[in-house]
């Protein structure tokens, strides 16, 4: 199969976008696309599975390797492993149901389904590199959208979070960009494969691996870099929020595992404990924080910050399980915090309100979503059942293999913020979804329409899977992770 | 063996009727739901006295022992080569008695429930959610791996969670479903905690596997646990304690009960199947499923001794002070919990030595007939006084018939008065308290008379006391109100026969177990006696109960207010977690750290302002930066670098 339909098909629709008229057509072209473009990834899903079933043990399949800029030896170089291919199904399944709770843009909307289509091609580009520079070439594709859209379609103090998150995300590609040349310099390529098989000396993995570590951990919410996390999020438009923190955040954990981890395993060891350190922090620090937010879109903002640390734990533990845990985090969260923006989305558009202090009784009114809601909800609280569940556990179960103090310390403390999880969560459901009505003007509202109910069970489809039956997700990304591992 | 692939279908079958009634039961058909449910759970509970049937006589025994089989086991998330969470069926002697247990009471509270809850808007849901926790308590009971059982056990908190609010417009249940998730949710952390120490040193999950290796004491893994250490305990010891704590939060022990008595809010036949009958003694079936490794470790097994046992004082003082009858109920169980917990603890492995753990498993099992018939019969009376305080009671005998000699029978069970099945289930616990532990003995003899005395304080209140003025419009109750008060009645008269201790031991080798009349007469006595001081003090409305109370003083005002032991954890939580954690994390956040990246962000701005003044667009400044940029280098090149 060739991987670079994974970028054609969205780009073709995006460049198609503009010729259109009206809202409808709009919608239904941006509709028809990211269904194709979710057959295509199951297609993919398909033809991988078979190749494996031979028994193709190849790092990497359907690669694709042509000259992009001979001089500095860049090429655009594409395969994937399973890894990749579960971070490009989230993203397929993320991308249609962000297009389907945006139908009613009616604000500019040739511009803004161009963007998102525009994001979802960085995104797909940057999950299927096997060369540094193209990755970055399309990590920087998916960033700059982000700043229109927040910017044009946001609310609230939208220009400053737009700012915010753009520097902040700028300031993190320089730094990748750095480490990047980094490897370059000492390995004179690009190619992530070859670079893999080379060795590159300790003193050269120490000066780079935090560049492209703390570069990439930004777009993941790396404690202290993390604060474009809440106000980006909470400007942004619901399809932009969704893809933000379902797709964007997962660039930088991939980057994270693929590039600095992989390429520099000595330097990942020696940086372990600053790693487990920082991703600690994160999680119990984002979940007290949480506790304390008053705005729906802060709750889970702060709670993607707590949640995507499970991820950087996960890489930081260095061994498979827990990176195995990692990769699952990152798909489990996308899938569920773009399910819970959506529902958030869904309430805000119709009572108007994100405060949590104004809202409640929402069972009564519309039982759909504030179904959607509670599932969320528990799925965020590693309910079992669904996918934050076993992708945690098995954090904590690859966390538990390092027996040194500290790393024990690290894990008890991460398992702890489960607790601080299920308070905060089972508090935002009791005075949003549960309760008497707050107001009487919500009497009238009614509950999700055909699109938002899709868009809903979608995402539901994706968690409930990994929840039930996780062995499909670890077995698709196994193979993936061991030759990481291998190399640690 | 024979072909056993069909008790998957014993917690399928709720399963099924959770995702038909959760998905369109609302919509579809609201009404029909409870039948659905009722006959899903029919089905379930008649395979399941099928394979207790086929276990215990036909093919379970082999060479005189009961052993242990696994059926459908497949692995379902993989860690490691030799770890992995397994999903499937575990039968022995234990699991098969909870089946029966879970499926039977369940189903006769779906059957209370349809007349109960006729009329309710969300009917559908109620019985989905009913659904969902059946399927996972006997997902839970089946389990063949420690990580199946805490993904099921999550499972019944979260069904619980879902219950305690069902009536989710009313304040005080939003705050109870929430102390019961988070509080079990707090204790489930020593569970998980627990469970990692376990698999990390026993290198497996699996139940059989994780006993058998740890029990042989040249094994690998067992010196792995016991010699590596932390704050000078072994791993052994911290990893039971730990996975203890998880069975002592689901158990409602002490201190980690403050969430049982509020549970309460959920409407009764769900404390009647789940904080009464079920999910609360899940804690005492962990201890029990993981006892032989327990024996091994002195310190875990005196935790569990006494945690229960104090459990079991506390809650009965406290049980005489409440006069929410349903309050009254939950601190009985809490207490006859304890009873379970330390008659675990004081077992040991074997036959006729592991006598703890045959009366502990027999009383878990007589207790949830007599107690789920109680909160049954609770039901019926709240359904009809429209009221849970005992003030709004009394005189109810002659209105309501059926549930006051029900309500007697299971009263008598409770106080151990033969031959009701409490009597013998309680018998075996106080004989194996005196033969191991004389303290735990007269500690268990007072509390058991203590149970005798408020249990029937309840009783005459309720049905005695003064005149009823409640005035039923529809009488005691639809006939499927009554019919599961009169089945469970049955029960609790039949059930003592039952020759348990040939049945279910830890070896799985029965032995034969015979009551000691002439040991039964003290705790008997005693419990007639609390009886008689109970029929005298409330049998009529008198004043003596007040002027008692009166003169206990501050004892009685604090026993009343529960020992203030939730206003200790109010504190905690508020003053200490809010206040001293989350409030300045989340201060921090947003000044300090976020304050940085601002302060970064403006003081670049200023930076820039100062600098912009170089491009003036001047050649003059231009040509002189030249120059001066020049003769630094050079200087730079000539001075420094050479």
Redesign the interface.
Known sequence: MNLSLLILFPLIFALAIPFCNGLKQIRMLAFIGAVIQLLLCFALLYFYSIKRNLGNTSQMVFENNLVWFAPLNINYHVGVDGISIAMILLTAFVVLAGILVSWNEERMSKEFFFLLMLLSVGAYGFFISLDLFTLFFFLEVAVVPKYLLIGIWGSGKKEYSAM?LA??LMAGSALVFVGLLGIYFNTGTFDLIQISQMKLSFEVQKLFFPFAFIGFGIFTALF????WVPDGHSSAPTAASMFLAGISMKLGGYGCLRVATYLMPDAAHYYSSAIILLSTIAII?GA??T???TDLKYINAYSSVSHCGFVLLGIGMLN??AINGAVMQMVSHGLMTALFFATIGMIYSRTHTRLVSQLG?M??IM?FISSVFVIAG?CSLG???FSG??AE??V???S??N?ELWYRIA??LS??S??VT??YI??AI?KV????LENNKFNALKDASWNEKLAAILLILGIVIIGIV??LL?DLISPGTNWITTKL | MSNNNYIALIPLLPFASFVLLGLFG?KYFNKLSGIIGTTSLLASCVLSLYAAYTYFFVFGKVNAVYQKFEVLKF??????TT?S?DMGLLLDPISMMMVVVVTFVSLMVHIFSLGYMKGEERFATYYAFLSLFTFSMLGLVLSTNI?QI???W??VG?SS?LLI?FY??K?SA??A??KA??VT??AD?GF??GI??L??HAETLDFNTLISTLTNPQSAQFLSITSASFFGITALTWALVLVFIGGAGKSAMFPLHIWLPDAMEGPTPVSALIHAATMVVAGVFLVARLFPVFALDVTALDAVTYTGLISAVIAAIIACTQTDIKRVLAYSTMSQIGFMMFALGISKIGGEEGLGYMASMFHLFTHAFFKSLLFLGAGAVIHLVHSNEMKDMGGLRKLMPITHITFLIACLAISGIPPFAGFFSKEEILLAASNSNKLVFYVALITSALTAFYMFRLYFSIFWNKESQAHSEHGEGTLTMKIPLIILGICTLAVGFVPFSELVTNNGIGFHSHIDYLFSITPVTLSLISIFVASVLYKKQNLEPEIISKSLGKFYTSAQKKFFVDEVYLFITHKFI?TL???P??WF?KNI??G??NLM?ETTAKISELIKGVQSGKVQNYALYFFAGIAALAILFIYILK
Request: with cysteine; glycine share 8%.
């Open positions: 915010k520097l902040m202290p870099f993390h604060t620090y007290f924080a506790m304390m937010q498979q399980t009784g069972l009564k039982p528990l309910l079992p059942g569940f076993v556990m098995t904590f179960m690859g538990w293999k027996s894990t008890i398992c702890a489960i607790v299920a308070v089972l508090s009791g979804v549960m309760g008497n996780p062995f670890i | 609302k692995s379902w998330l993989q860690f490691s770890t969470i990580f805490y993904i099921f999550e499972l979260v969670y609010g989710f417009t304040a939003i705050a479903s929430k998730f988070v949710r707090f952390l998980l905690i990692l120490i698999g990390f809010y954690i989350a409030k994390t989340a956040d750290v976020d940085l990246m962000a």
